[in-house]
């Protein structure tokens, strides 16, 4: 059997180019707080209380294709004449990595386990399954392995977990009064490093530098805990609204034909080619940005403080414009000592800065930092845009990695579908030989 190859294409192509495409569609239709995994596994919180509970099943799909676009040379820039033309990719083995969120300021996860399926070729594939973490700040994901030894020309991944979202109610007058930790735990820690995340490029060797000199700027070159901890992160909150000046979406649309795959059909949704989104040095030197911009540099300022923090990817499942759709939280960690109680509070930096909150305003009562009665529509997938480790992921940033001993495509055509669903609570069957009540 002979494949073709990109070289056989080359003499066809005058354009030669990567696609991807993401697409969040969302069928919610029915509240389930009755759900059993509804109820909250986290400990008892006198200062964050969790209300109108939703239980949401998060089916992602991942697609490649390897090919290249190839079009009419007489009309080389008429998208009517593009086409995708599959190659073979010769493959020894495939390593598939997918970030899985469990417990956080307003989200449990009711489930330990992920279901995963992969398609190579026309065939479903025997794999194996392990949850790993990241080296440094523990986030969680899913790695897939699967033996593919021939040529295949695309693969699917099919991704499922489950997690409950819940609206939440701060106090914000007890949660003032609790003073700096002596030490963080572990998991808060965890999440105090590194200062600025990577999303899929390598960083600069000053980014952290760079990111701890405007902190400095803001706080005088004084020491940040002068404040308590609650007013300190209300105050560089309102500094971030006030550096960054959003510019663009948050994502972009696929601007080229062909980005669907061949014999699949996509319900709802709308194509993407990426999340939009800069390493947190470059957003505190130039100042603008997207609204992921915006909430990866807080993560960064607050962890240069000294404030445990984490950047918390969401799909909003009411939002209608797609672009719009994802939209990246930020969460900090609080610690009680009476209680020995660490929890996390979450902060929809974009809402604060489209109320107009600003740094002067920091003692002030805010709504969308802590308190936020819209929660519930907020499935949460991602604390990273992409995965800090030794994977590959094409075009913008997107979620997932890819691995193989195999040599990579140079051109893939890559589809994420994510697709939260209110899960379906099952009706009791009624016991019919139970007396009737007068």
């Given at each position: 059997?002979?494949?073709?190859?990109?070289?056989?294409?080359?003499?066809?192509?005058?354009?030669?180019?990567?696609?991807?495409?993401?697409?969040?569609?969302?069928?919610?239709?029915?509240?389930?707080?009755?759900?059993?995994?509804?109820?909250?596994?986290?400990?008892?919180?006198?200062?964050?209380?969790?209300?109108?509970?939703?239980?949401?099943?998060?089916r992602?799909?991942?697609?490649?294709?390897?090919?290249?676009y190839?079009?009419?040379?007489?009309?080389?820039?008429?998208?009517?004449?593009?086409?995708?033309?599959?190659?073979?990719w010769?493959?020894?083995d495939?390593?598939?990595?997918?970030?899985?969120?469990?417990?956080?300021?307003f989200?449990?996860?009711?489930?330990?386990?992920?279901?995963?399926?992969?398609?190579?070729?026309?065939?479903?594939?025997?794999?194996?399954?392990?949850?790993?973490?990241?080296?440094?700040?523990?986030?969680?994901?899913?790695?897939?392995?699967?033996?593919?030894?021939?040529?295949?020309?695309?693969i699917?991944?099919?991704?499922?977990?489950?997690?409950?979202?819940?609206?939440?109610?701060?106090?914000?007058?007890?949660a003032?009064?609790l003073?700096?930790?002596?030490?963080?735990?572990e998991?808060?820690?965890?999440?105090?490093?590194?200062?600025?995340?990577?999303?899929?490029?390598?960083?600069?060797?000053?980014?952290?530098?760079?990111v701890?000199?405007?902190?400095?700027?803001?706080?005088?070159?004084?020491?940040?805990?002068?404040?308590?901890?609650?007013?300190?992160?209300k105050?560089?909150?309102?500094?971030?609204?006030?550096?960054?000046?959003?510019?663009?979406?948050?994502?972009?649309?696929?601007?080229?034909?062909?980005?669907r795959i061949?014999?699949?059909?996509?319900?709802?949704?709308?194509?993407?080619?990426?999340?939009?989104?800069?390493?947190?040095?470059?957003?505190?030197?130039?100042?603008?940005?997207?609204?992921?911009?915006?909430?990866?540099?807080?993560?960064?300022?607050?962890?240069?403080?000294?404030?445990p923090?984490?950047?918390?990817?969401?799909?909003?499942?009411?939002?209608?414009?797609?672009?719009?759709?994802?939209?990246?939280?930020?969460?900090?960690?609080?610690?009680?000592?009476?209680?020995?109680?660490?929890?996390?509070?979450?902060?929809?930096?974009?809402?604060?800065?489209?109320?107009?909150?600003?740094?002067?305003?920091?003692?002030?009562?805010?709504?969308?930092?802590?308190?936020?009665?819209?929660?519930?529509?907020?499935?949460p997938?991602a604390?990273?845009?992409?995965?800090?480790?030794?994977?590959?992921?094409?075009?913008?940033?997107?979620?997932?990695?890819?691995?193989?001993?195999?040599p990579?495509?140079?051109?893939?055509?890559?589809?994420?579908?994510?697709?939260?669903?209110?899960?379906?609570?099952?009706?009791?069957?009624?016991?019919?030989?139970?007396?009737?009540?007068?």
């Open positions: 059997m002979s494949f073709p190859s990109i070289a056989s294409l080359a003499n066809k192509c005058t354009h030669c180019m990567l696609v991807a495409c993401i697409l969040f569609s969302a069928s919610a239709n029915a509240q389930s707080s009755s759900h059993p995994d509804a109820k909250s596994p986290l400990p008892e919180n006198p200062y964050l209380k969790h209300q109108d509970p939703w239980r949401w099943d998060i992602s799909q991942v697609f490649f294709r390897a090919g290249v190839y079009f009419n040379q007489t009309q080389p820039f008429d998208s009517r004449n593009e086409q995708i033309n599959s190659v073979w010769p493959m020894l495939l390593e598939v990595i997918y970030p899985v969120v469990r417990e956080g300021s989200y449990w996860s009711p489930n330990t386990e992920v279901e995963a399926t992969i398609r190579a070729g026309d065939f479903q594939r025997e794999t194996t399954q392990e949850r790993v973490f990241t080296e440094q700040t523990k986030a969680e994901y899913t790695l897939w392995r699967s033996d593919v030894r021939e040529a295949v020309h695309q699917q991944i099919i991704h499922t977990s489950h997690v409950v979202v819940a609206d939440t109610v701060f106090d914000h007058v007890k003032q009064n003073a700096w930790p002596d030490k963080w735990n998991e808060a820690t965890a999440f105090l490093s590194p200062v600025v995340d990577s999303v899929g490029y390598e960083l600069a060797i000053d980014a952290e530098d760079t701890k000199t405007l902190l400095d700027f803001w706080v005088d070159d004084g020491d940040p805990h002068e404040l308590s901890e609650l007013n300190l992160v105050y560089l909150t309102g500094k971030v609204i006030e550096h960054v000046q959003i510019r663009k979406p948050p994502a972009e649309y696929s601007t080229r034909s062909g980005n061949a014999g699949t059909r996509f319900l709802g949704g709308a194509s993407l080619s990426g999340f939009v989104v800069r390493s947190a040095d470059e957003v505190a030197l130039n100042g603008n940005g997207t609204k992921h911009d915006l909430a990866t540099l807080l993560t960064s300022i607050l962890r240069s403080a000294g404030v923090a984490r950047t918390l990817l969401c799909i909003k499942t009411t939002e209608d414009d797609q672009l719009e759709k994802a939209t990246a939280m930020v969460e900090f960690a609080m610690y009680d000592p009476e209680l020995d109680l660490t929890f996390w509070v979450p902060i929809d930096v974009d809402r604060l800065r489209l109320n107009g909150k600003r740094a002067s305003q920091y003692k002030q009562w805010w709504n969308y930092f802590g308190t936020h009665d819209e929660l519930s529509d907020y499935v997938v604390y990273y845009f992409h995965p800090p480790a030794s994977y590959q992921a094409f075009d913008l940033p997107a979620l997932y990695g890819i691995r193989s001993s195999s990579l495509p140079e051109y893939v055509i890559q589809t994420i579908i994510i697709d939260p669903m209110v899960t379906p609570v099952r009706p009791i069957k009624p016991n019919l030989d139970a007396p009737v009540q007068p």
